[in-house]
């Protein structure tokens, strides 16, 4: 196949099953997030650039190696969304929507990496954020949301990292001290450390660098200096987790790449996704609504990767997969009433097919697995006779006789209903 006919490197393509795994993922995390009091917030695909360079951080790598920026026909910077965070508080400052609140989202972001297992360049977010609620046990709530998203999903492997990064008051001393030792080791650090040293020298936590990784591991942990009052708001955190039975790991040097944050850092990874093991991440963001000019609101959220959520799931089982009923006519004079039931199966919501074109039964039967149907219900002469149809379970291979006035209810049953 031509070039032109192949998707761009990084982009996938859902088709069934897994566009049928996708939805249900979303779903749970619609459900999840909706019990827990969010409502929806859909925001568009692209934002002026500026948005990204002012919150997401001129210093993180998302935003100056990852952005798909562009000028439009009018000469405007604007990029693809790497990320839900920046455009959501855009979206309720611009809309002056209440405060405080309680939104989720669904959908792509863009990011130009390197491609791999997990790491697509067109990915799916599920996020949520919070904006106008202080209090640790919103930080609880929240990782909490995420945590039951993953364990509904019956990905068991999973662990939550947890950290503090404080506040303006603890922050300014940390990074002084953090320079201090990082400048005693200029020499070992590769250069981009070097210029996060300068910069943002937070950062260099990030660093995948072997030396560096050698050198910081000696360095001062940004959650190893903070002021008593963040030190009491992440003890708080981290008894009610206790409290609730959440288990988690303590992790002094979890910085996340975004700049926005502050206090409570978090993310949950998995020991299935190799390299790029993070499940999904999130945290405080108490002075992003003051710096995009709105009032002194604190803020915090988390987005889960829709991509690695899938890659971490157990393998569908089959009766998870097979969802539709077949309709198997024995004979050409037997259509209409094959039509007739497989009118009543779509009218009571069971999803239902019919194979116009095979003649043959053995076709039909074959059409029903390709069609990935759970069961083929059976209209023969000597059945309709006696008022009864045969419903044959494909996943079992069990085989009865079910009277015309059962047959949809036992067809539901057997196939679930539409999601
Ligand atoms: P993030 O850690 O940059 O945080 O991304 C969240 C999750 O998105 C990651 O943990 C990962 O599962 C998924 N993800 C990121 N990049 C890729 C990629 N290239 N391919 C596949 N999956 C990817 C944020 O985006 C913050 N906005 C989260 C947040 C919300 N913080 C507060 N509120």
Redesign the pocket.
Known sequence: MSARHSRPKGTQDFLPPDSGRKRRVEEVFRRLAENAGFQEVVIPTFEHLELYVKSSGDTSD?VTKEMYSFKDRAGRDLTLR????PGVVRAVLENRYRMPCRLYYAGP?F?Y?RPQR????E?N?L???VLGEASPRTDVEVIRLGDQFFAELGISDRTIQLNSIGCRNCRPDYRAKLVSFLAGHRTELCDECRVRLERNPMRAFDCKNADCQSVLAGAPAPGGNLCPECEGLLRLVRQDLEGQGVAYTLNDRLV???DY?NRTTF??TSGKLGA?D??????R?DYLVEEFGGPSVP???????L??TMLAMPASTPEERRKSAYVVWLSEGLLDEARKLLERLRTAGVPAQIDYDARRVKHQFKSADTASARCCVVVGEDELAKGVYSLKDLVTGEQTEVSSGEIVERVRRLVGTRI
């Open positions: 998302i790497p990320e839900g965070t972001c990011r990496g997990g790491r697509f360049r990915f977010q996020g949520v954020e996340r790449g975004l944050y993310e949950y790029q993070s499940l999904g991440g999130g945290g963001y803020g915090i959220g988390f987005a889960l990767g991509e690695r």
